[in-house]
């Protein structure tokens, strides 16, 4: 039963801490995540390709 409260103290405690981010963090956090996701797939579509010209099926 100690764990879970300790839990529940270091949990309100980092919540206490932890703040939003700024107008201008999030933008730049929303730009670096669409960047990831966008070069993944581009990644995914080269990768689909060339396994299509080398007739290599999965």
Known sequence: MLDVLHYARECIRVLNVASRPRKREFEKIVKIT?????????????ISFILSLTEIRI
């Open 34 to 46: 669409l960047l990831g996701i966008i070069l993944i797939g581009l990644i995914g579509v080269l």
